[in-house]
């Protein structure tokens, strides 16, 4: 089926392109944007979609999501997943590796991406492990991992503790022109901790995970990369010392982006008395101060996107005691949501900045198609209510895990219909 | 007050109205002492006072909670705590049932909700918790209906021991205002610390906490305590000290070298004590490790109290499982 939108309000950064036009899709691309074109296509027997009340959007890019499957498909499975990602308008999402058995060989990738066809929803990127089981102990065949479709290298959930390791790793992927995504932790700063470390660690009795053990690794691996000139990106961001330290690498050339997620853009650690299990999340959430550094991050470029770190756990386990409870809350269905909220409705980011943070950015560093409305594109595209006022409920959530520390937000702008390769694969309108 | 001979007599309740004019406390929870008022306190330490006449009786047995059942759920071993919670049911007239973690079900793997569902199920009317996670007794509030009382729980409170160290304090000095307390060791760990500090603050005692530094947590000041590293600088002017026990496996985890080393600088033995003023109080939550936080000579000088501690516990539990049953069964006045 071949598609007008008529008259959506386009935004599109990487034409610098913000206005009221029509977008034509034919055989999944884009085929043509311009003014009152809907004649035409009415003509070609394209079915009329009236956007006026909508924007249209390239179709969001989540650099940071864990789909669980294979192995624990009661959190969720690729389909479940993915079916989260369209509904909150995303159309492609980038598979972290720790899986069950985790992503450190070829085959892992191809039952990844063969799911993925399947569940004809969102567009899913595999990453391959640094190390054989994301244990930090010997490399993994990287070349495997590239030539079935990774599109990074990671062992997110854990970081590559050996130095000499990490080193190694850099070094090799020359070979391969792909990032490094990684989780900045120092293990044994970090061990045992259940939450920031600081005044509400100490009046809820939880141990500390101070903010060191991220800045500790962040100025290692930045290091690391300097010397020997592998691109790595950060993943989620949480301190403040960690984003001068990403600013200050960036100013020397090392080549270096970073994340930040939504929850650590907008929760606090203050968020967490009264144990909520659903706001334990790693990094953890830290304080007003590291939460306005890293908005100020997003404000001057220090920050490059918004990634969701998805990580959905079942009820039961995250319905026990705190210092039980796995880390990790949802946000695929909540992040375009919270962040126009929090951040467009406030007037502190303009609507292509988080176009771009959301969907140019994150596509452009891994070099994958998406992020543009341009002609000739793949029609992988969101429509967003801009104003639409509407509650985060558990019992709407499409992904299987509903641990996430934003239900019963309202929120203002929702993702309302989500194209990928020119099929609708969400649509409430 | 003319209420406390009734709970003498065991005719209280009889004469006590739901919401009526004497009982203030009426909280279906004690989870910590930081969200207490300093008046409810103070009531119930009032409250104990009548208790601890009751338990140097010779007959000690009253009806006042007849038919009523306490449970004590606890996770981690304690002797003094989950006796002294027994003992104070019982006194009252209740009856008691003991689950502890090495005989329950929660060795074939059930978990702590529905380990708690069961024993509300069971027909307790009080779950006593200890458990060695922070939190555990929020996550039990939201999980029954039962009434909860917080018998410590991981490093966070341990409310009824600071309202038994508040009590013994009390009977020495009657006023807590402007009283000089020291806190002496490990305070990131010891959730007696926490609740203690709590207590004396809203009484309005100064509290003062020395330790080896890398056992002082973040932002302990912000609660209004002072912290000092040097013991024997701390206890100069100090009224009490109360000794927290020191765990071998903190050490294990590199946080100070060694139990002589830690004994050497903050034990408390008779050098410390010839530094603090005459009439110091001596106090230990107990059990003591003795020769490291603090010496026999010490913890046997006149000046401790930490054998009445213990007393005590039983009388200020006795009076909080009274206050908190105030309102009676289903709202319902007993006979």
Redesign the interface.
């Known amino acids: 089926m071949n598609y007008c939108l008529k008259n959506g309000r386009l935004i599109d950064p990487a034409a610098g392109r913000d206005c009221s036009v029509d977008l034509l899709v034919a055989d999944g691309k884009i085929s043509r944007v311009g003014p009152s074109l809907a004649g035409d296509a009415t003509a070609a027997g394209y079915e009329i979609i009236d956007a006026s009340p909508y924007l249209v959007l390239p179709g969001l890019v989540d650099l940071h999501v864990h789909l669980r499957e294979p192995g624990e498909e009661e959190k969720e499975t690729i389909a479940s997943g993915t079916r989260a990602a369209v509904r909150g308008g995303f159309t492609s999402v980038v598979a972290m590796p720790n899986t069950k058995p985790p992503a450190d060989n070829g085959s892992v990738l191809t039952y990844v991406r063969a799911k993925a066809a399947e569940a004809k929803a969102a567009r899913v990127y595999p990453v391959g492990n640094i190390t054989k089981g994301g244990k930090g102990q010997e490399l993994a065949e990287l070349g495997d991992l590239v030539a079935n479709g990774a599109v990074a290298f990671s062992d997110d959930g854990r970081p590559v503790m050996n130095a000499e390791l990490a080193r190694n790793a850099f070094k090799y992927g020359q070979l391969f022109a792909k990032p490094f995504l990684l989780h900045c932790e120092d293990e044994n700063l970090s061990a045992g901790g259940q939450m920031h ?12 995970y101070p903010s060191l053990a991220e800045e500790v690794m962040v100025a290692r691996d930045l290091l690391l990369a300097e010397e020997t000139g592998a691109r790595i990106h950060i993943q989620h961001l949480s301190s403040k010392r960690s984003v001068e330290l990403v600013r200050e690498a960036k100013k020397r050339g090392v080549k270096v982006t970073a994340e930040a997620t939504p929850h650590h853009l907008i929760l606090t650690d203050g968020d967490v008395a ?2 909520h299990t659903a706001t334990k999340v790693n990094p953890p959430l830290r304080t007003k101060k590291d939460r306005e550094a890293l908005r100020e991050g997003l404000l001057n470029g220090t920050i490059d996107l918004i990634a969701t770190d998805h990580a959905p756990h079942t009820r ?1 386990e995250k ?6 409870a796995p880390f990790g809350m949802t946000g695929l269905e909540t992040a375009l949501g919270l962040i126009l909220t929090e951040f467009y409705h406030t007037g502190l980011l303009s609507l292509a900045k988080i176009v771009d943070l959301l969907s140019l950015s994150p596509a452009r560093l891994l070099g994958i198609p998406g992020g543009t409305l341009a002609e000739g594109s793949p029609a992988d595209l969101v429509l967003v209510a801009l104003d639409r006022e509407w509650e985060v409920k558990e019992e709407e959530f499409l992904s299987k895990s509903t641990n996430s520390p934003f239900v019963g937000w309202k929120l203002k702008g929702k993702a309302v219909a989500t194209m990928v390769g020119g099929e609708w694969v969400y649509k409430e309108i | 007050m003319v209420y406390w001979d009734y709970l003498a007599t065991g005719k209280i309740i009889a004469h006590v109205k739901k919401g009526g004019d004497y009982l203030h406390f009426s909280r279906r929870c004690l989870l910590g002492l930081e969200d207490l008022t300093a008046e409810e306190i103070e009531e119930i330490l009032t409250t104990a006072v009548p208790c601890k006449e009751i338990i140097q009786r010779e007959v000690k047995k009253l009806p006042t909670l007849r038919g009523w059942t306490v449970a004590t759920l606890f996770y981690e071993p304690s002797t003094r705590t989950r006796n002294s919670f027994e003992l104070a049911a019982k006194w009252l007239g209740a009856d008691t049932v003991n689950v502890t973690i090495a005989t329950s079900s929660v060795q074939k793997g059930e978990n702590f909700i529905d380990t708690a569902k069961t024993i509300e199920a069971l027909g307790a009317d009080f779950i006593i918790l200890r458990h060695a996670m922070a939190g555990a007794p929020w996550l039990l509030a939201q999980t029954v209906d039962c009434r909860i009382i917080n018998a410590g729980d991981g490093p966070h409170e341990h409310p009824t021991q600071a309202l038994l160290d508040l009590f013994t304090l009390k009977e020495k000095h009657p006023s807590l205002a402007g009283l000089k307390v020291v806190i002496v060791g490990d305070i990131m760990h010891s959730r007696v610390a926490k609740s203690n500090i709590y207590g004396l603050l809203k009484l309005g005692a100064t509290v003062r906490v020395t330790g080896p530094p890398s056992l002082i947590p973040p932002g302990i000041e912000k609660l209004g305590v002072q912290v000092v590293n040097d013991l024997r600088e701390a206890v100069r002017d100090a009224n009490v000290i109360n000794v927290l026990r020191i765990q071998l496996e903190r050490q294990k985890k590199g946080l100070f070298p060694s139990l002589r080393e830690y004994a050497r600088l903050y034990g408390v033995n008779k050098e410390v004590l010839s530094i603090a003023p005459q009439d110091v109080v001596i106090m230990h939550p107990g059990p003591t490790n003795l020769g490291v936080e603090i010496t026999e000579e010490a913890a046997s000088d006149p000046r401790s109290v930490i054998t009445t501690q213990v007393t005590n516990g039983v009388a200020v539990r006795m009076a909080l499982l009274y206050l908190m049953s105030g309102g009676g069964k289903s709202g319902e006045l007993l006979s």
């Open positions: 470390e600081g005044f509400t660690s100490t009046r809820l009795g939880l141990k500390g009264g144990y039961e319905n026990q005691e705190f210092g039980k």
